[in-house]
């Protein structure tokens, strides 16, 4: 454009200069009569420098400063390549580490030769790159492959570490360029694998749980702890069994809980010993121990436990496992109070521990149970779920299942059927069907229904296949496939769904029809019933008219497609039996086809 008023092409121009924005020019202009536009039929560039190019027209390139290009790689060859299909590099320019591809975009310097009028770059880097660490392969399609979804890759241009071949899910650090590839707009240029184990922080922490509750030292603890499900309110008492299976006598120093459960709904008592002790008691922690080993996964922890207690084998001391009472005022630390040893435990002797769980704060509650032995502890996991009265007059009654075909003998309810209003045909084109119903027989029906062997409604399909059982065996045959396909149509059944407006009619989502879930092909018919009121339901009868991906559009009831307000609905797909009826159509008349004829042809004599 000229002024913005005038516009020109490139063949306009004299002498093929390239022109510049803000350069001045000379034109000559016509007008377009038919749309009132001016349009330059010859461009000439003012210059001042006619001396300057005369003299420098002898040389490669022209004098001119270096120009900067932003483009896109459009073209690669072997050693170089086009950018936006007019500006040639070469591999050289390119800067080190760098190989274009394809669609990548950079940003260049280069020059114009008078004598060609052709423009090479002098350099060529990417136009934007980034590093992205510790990111997922995504996808992996023979050669090429996606990093989460947004940064394409080829094993072609990609440099990877001696050895390493890309696979899915694997963590990456990468080095990307933008990039025009399909619809993705990075590429990734190199790739180095990340070891998981540097990824997952908690990973060490992971077997001390494990290692808290495993059974030690020839003694076996109940692990079933789990209280189940209590009303507010509500008390329940497990007892949990200690047994010495080793060959010497273990000493039991004391029972301690973490702390966990700031509501203090967990309580114990050691049986025998008529003592109870609740609330939350402190463990002795030397300074520098790692105290997070057991609460890794709360993200308070208010009771922390040496990590070293943990192993087997290690001594603890039995102030270092004490079971006190809370007696902690404002700006005074915990006193903790030396237990009462729990006692010796002979081999093959056991004792046992009464946990009480009084329900008290609604909700999923977990507890940790701590068993101070001399030289390891043992723990384990005090489990309930608290419900309150509200929320179990809301619980859930059953669980979740997809809803069932109504058997046929369920009551129905009265209902009253709409269908399309009916259609006057041209007088003149009133053509008979001459394809019955060939209705399926109810017993047939009832055999697949009830699992019924089919021989006893059909025993011609134990029979070898003949001129006389011909018509019945494939009859029967097609109904059983027309009966399998009713039943495979009804698990497609939608209940409560909304139709939307297209126009004057009304369109039905159906997920899953583009890949033929269930199968709707034009003038299928389908039923919309509504929502049962006082025991009474309409059904609408409606005619599918065209299928566009999941989208179909129906003709239904002129009053009902006025009257329909967004209602929810329930969709109802019956099985055409149109194919199947010209199949049985076809079996009557094999008999006029009668047996194939063998003709034994014999030569001249």
Aim: include cysteine; charge should be negative; glycine fraction near 6%.
């Amino acid at each position: 454009m000229i002024d913005d008023l005038i516009y020109f092409s490139n063949d306009a121009v004299t002498s093929k200069v390239l022109l510049n924005v803000g350069q001045e020019v000379i034109a000559v202009v016509e007008e377009n009569k038919v749309s009132n536009g001016l349009k330059a039929i010859r461009v000439e560039a003012v210059s001042d420098k006619w001396e300057d190019d005369n003299r420098n027209s002898s040389k490669g390139l022209s004098d001119s400063s270096p120009r900067v290009l932003i483009g896109c790689v459009t073209s690669m060859l072997e050693g170089a390549g086009y950018i936006s299909q007019t500006t040639y590099f070469s591999l050289e320019s390119v800067c080190e580490g760098f190989h274009p591809c394809k669609g990548d975009w950079v940003e260049a310097e280069y020059w114009i030769r008078p004598g060609t009028w052709s423009s090479e770059a002098i350099s060529v880097k990417p136009l934007r790159y980034k590093r992205v660490d510790k990111v997922c392969i995504s996808s992996l399609c023979g050669r090429n492959g996606v990093i989460e979804d947004s940064i394409f890759f080829s094993l072609d241009s990609l440099k990877l570490p001696e050895g390493y071949t890309p696979r899915r899910h694997d963590i990456v650090n990468a080095v990307v360029v933008e990039s025009s590839q399909s619809c993705y707009i990075w590429r990734a240029l190199c790739m180095t694998p990340v070891k998981r184990e540097a990824i997952i922080g908690e990973a060490p922490q992971e077997p001390y749980g494990a290692l808290l509750l495993k059974n030690k030292g020839d003694v076996e603890v109940t692990r079933t702890t789990s209280f189940g499900t209590l009303k507010e309110g509500e008390s329940k008492a497990v007892v949990i069994w200690i047994e010495n299976k080793g060959e010497i006598s273990q000493d039991l120093v004391s029972c301690r809980l973490a702390g966990w459960d700031k509501a203090h709904q967990f309580r114990f008592e050691a049986q025998g010993r008529g003592q109870a002790c609740a609330g939350v008691a402190a463990v002795a922690v030397s300074e520098g121990e790692n105290v997070n080993s057991l609460n890794h996964h709360r993200e308070d922890k208010p009771d922390p436990i040496p990590e070293s207690s943990l192993e087997n084998n290690t001594e603890i001391s039995p102030d270092g496992c004490a079971c006190t009472e809370e007696s902690r005022e404002k700006g005074d630390t915990a006193e903790k109070q030396e237990p009462e040893p729990g006692g010796l435990i002979p081999p093959g002797e056991k004792t046992s521990i009464v946990v009480t769980c009084n329900a008290k704060n609604p909700g999923r509650c977990k507890e940790l149970l701590l068993l101070c032995f001399s030289n390891f502890l043992i723990g384990r996991h005090l489990e309930v779920n608290v419900v309150s009265s509200e929320e179990a007059l809301i619980a859930v009654r059953e669980p979740f299942s997809w809803k069932k075909p109504k058997s046929s003998q369920t009551i129905v309810s009265a209902k009253t059927t709409v269908v399309v209003t009916t259609q006057k045909r041209n007088s003149r084109r009133q053509l008979p069907s001459f394809l019955p119903q060939y209705p399926i027989p109810d017993r047939l029906k009832k055999c697949v229904e009830q699992k019924i062997d089919i021989l006893t409604f059909q025993p011609l399909l134990a029979e070898l296949l003949n001129m006389s059982n011909y018509k019945e065996k494939f009859s029967t045959l097609l109904w059983l496939e027309e009966i399998h396909a009713e039943i495979e149509l009804k698990e497609y059944n939608m209940s409560g769904v909304v139709l939307k407006r297209k126009g004057e009619l009304l369109v039905l989502e159906v997920p899953g029809l583009a890949e033929s879930r269930p199968s709707l092909y034009a003038g299928d018919k389908l039923i919309l019933k509504s929502q049962e009121y006082n025991g009474h339901v309409i059904e609408y009868i409606g005619y599918v008219m065209e299928i566009h991906e999941e989208d179909v559009t129906l003709k239904l009831n002129p009053g009902f497609e006025q009257m329909y307000n967004f209602e929810p609905m329930d969709v109802e797909f019956t099985y055409n039996r149109t194919t199947s009826r010209r199949c049985h159509y076809a079996l009557e008349q094999v008999i006029h086809l009668g047996v194939k004829e063998q003709e034994n042809s014999e030569g001249p004599n």
